[in-house]
């Protein structure tokens, strides 16, 4: 059974020697160009201003996230490279001369070579788990010379900063604006309330709530003080059936009868009132007139009447005050009285025939009914003034359910106007504080300086990636081929094209000729290396320092 063939070492480099030509030919071409790359292409510097997050500011701004702070100088730095942002750079550093006055073009090269990139953290986050954390970010700028970009990434920087204040600042002075409107608004809110709440009070001023303990005290003032006129009013109804029957004795006479019946009820009623008291003065004012019982003069018939309109004052005096009706009536009285007897007025003309007597309870008794009218007058304005308070506080409870209805709105719109006032005071301090650079949200940690080495290209990595790239394709269009030749050599070949093995093998005779085309190679070979080595050597060493 035929055994597979495996190729050895000895086959593959015989391979390569029959390829080599073919290699140098596809590999050489790439190794130049990459040569010619890496030393024809011009030096780029970078210039870089760092900033740094402040947590707080983009934690707001990103939703309450710093997971979003990446998002947010996105859109910041979209909005800085676009707009007239980038003109102005163009205007001032003028970095590509070469455009002339093409600024469209210098502002489109300019928004090329700008880059933004987020640094970031490692932490431990919440289990112990590593999480990244974005901390701030660079933005960074490339050109050929590097004092043009330094000053560019230094105006980057710096319209990073106005850009972010202008939008925070626009966005403060946008909400003490609508603080402000709403405020207005809410203040005329109040004054219509109050104006409400005024006309309300002026209508209702004796129904309010705040009055309804006062309305219930006077309420019960105005009963006991009814209750007390009552009394008086039967009181003196009483007084005037006595005095009316004993007026009916006196015109009728004296008699011992009277005195002793008035005698003994005097004693019976000075048993439990007092000597001040008025049912007593009045008996004892009728005693004194049944004991000096007798015909009456002409005279003496206004003076008793006089006599007893001022036992009466003196009487009510004790009752009521000097503004009191009755007091005013009876002093009306007097003074009428005064005056009929200073004009000597005939006594024969009002009751001259009566007894002293009879004349001082018929004026008693007139100044009972006097009396008796005053105070039902005053009982019937005191039930009047019951009824209206009663009104009043029986329409109290729906006055004050409109009462609060008001109240509550007028409370509700003060409170609103409080919060919009205090509102739009916290933004006026926001805004101040965005304006003097103490709220920003990031923070300029390394100005842009002047590059001393260029950034780009990686001449080295150039040169590598050629070599590496300029071995594989050798490689594989040398194996491709190999791969492709039908030809027939050596041992091997025979076999796998005749499927048996050759019976013998002629091996290759060296000449001279041969060892002086060998040593002619290996000459050249080492003259190369000797030529190539420091011109590596110093392309390398350039590129690398």
Not at 42 to 69: H, M, N
Not at 308 to 331: F, G, K, N, T
Not at 397 to 414: D, F, N
Not at 498 to 514: C, F, K, R
């Amino acid at each position: 059974m035929e055994t597979q063939h495996t190729a050895s070492l000895g086959e593959y480099v015989a391979v390569l020697r029959r390829r080599r030509r073919l290699m140098v030919a596809v590999a050489l071409p790439i190794v130049i160009v990459a040569v010619i790359l890496a030393i024809a292409l011009p030096d780029i510097y970078r210039s870089a201003a760092k900033f740094l997050l402040v947590t707080d500011s983009v934690e707001d701004s990103a939703g309450g996230s710093s997971e979003f702070a990446d998002q947010y100088v996105i859109s910041l730095a979209d909005r800085v490279v676009s707009g007239g942002n980038l003109g102005r750079i163009v205007k001032e550093v003028n970095p590509y001369p070469e455009f002339g006055d093409d600024e469209s073009l210098a502002v489109s090269e300019l928004r090329d070579n700008v880059s933004v990139e987020m640094t970031t953290q490692t932490t431990l986050g919440a289990g112990g788990r590593e999480q990244v954390v974005n901390t701030g970010f660079t933005v960074s700028f490339d050109h050929l010379l590097p004092e043009k970009s330094q000053q560019v990434a230094s105006a980057l920087a710096r319209i990073f900063v106005e850009q972010s204040r202008t939008e925070r600042l626009s966005a403060a002075r946008g909400k003490i604006d609508f603080y402000k409107k709403e405020g207005e608004r809410t203040r005329d809110e109040i004054a219509e309330f109050e104006s409400q709440l005024a006309d309300f009070k002026e209508r209702n001023f004796d129904q309010l709530p705040e009055t309804a303990q006062a309305n219930i005290t006077i309420r019960g003032r105005i009963e006991q003080e009814l209750d007390s006129v009552d009394r008086e009013i039967r009181g003196i109804q009483q007084n005037r059936v006595f005095v009316e029957q004993q007026l009916r004795q006196a015109q009728a006479g004296p008699t011992v009868n009277n005195l002793t019946a008035l005698e003994s009820e005097y004693a019976s009623k000075s048993a439990i009132y007092a000597e001040n008291h008025p049912d007593l003065v009045t008996l004892r004012r009728q005693i004194e007139g049944l004991r000096a019982a007798g015909p009456g003069t002409a005279g003496n018939t206004l003076q008793a009447q006089l006599a007893s309109q001022r036992a009466a004052l003196a009487e009510a005096r004790q009752r009521y005050s000097e503004d009191h009706p009755d007091i005013r009536r009876m002093m009306g009285n007097i003074a009428s009285l005064e005056a009929r007897v200073a004009a000597g007025e005939s006594p024969t003309s009002n009751l001259s025939g009566e007894s002293l007597a009879a004349v001082q309870l018929h004026t008693q008794l007139n100044a009972m009914n006097t009396q008796l009218g005053g105070l039902q007058g005053r009982s019937g304005q005191l039930r009047s003034r019951l009824e209206q308070f009663e009104s009043r506080l029986g329409s109290t409870p729906e006055v004050e359910r409109e009462y609060q209805a008001i109240t509550r709105g007028l409370g509700t719109a003060r409170s609103q106007f409080d919060q919009m006032v205090e509102r739009r005071m916290n933004a006026e301090v926001e805004a101040a504080a965005i304006s003097g650079g103490a709220a920003d949200r990031f923070l300029l940690t390394g100005e842009p300086g002047l590059p001393w080495e260029p950034a780009k290209p990686k001449r080295l990595a150039i040169i590598i990636i050629g070599l590496i790239l300029a071995t594989i394709l050798a490689l594989s269009a040398a194996v491709g081929a190999e791969a492709f030749d039908s030809r027939v050599r050596g041992g091997g070949d025979v076999r796998r094209t005749m499927g048996h093995a050759p019976l013998a093998t002629v091996p290759q005779i060296h000449n001279s000729v041969y060892f002086n085309q060998r040593a002619r190679r290996i000459v050249r070979l080492a003259v190369s290396i000797l030529v190539v080595t420091p011109v590596l050597y110093s392309l390398v060493h350039f590129m690398v320092n």
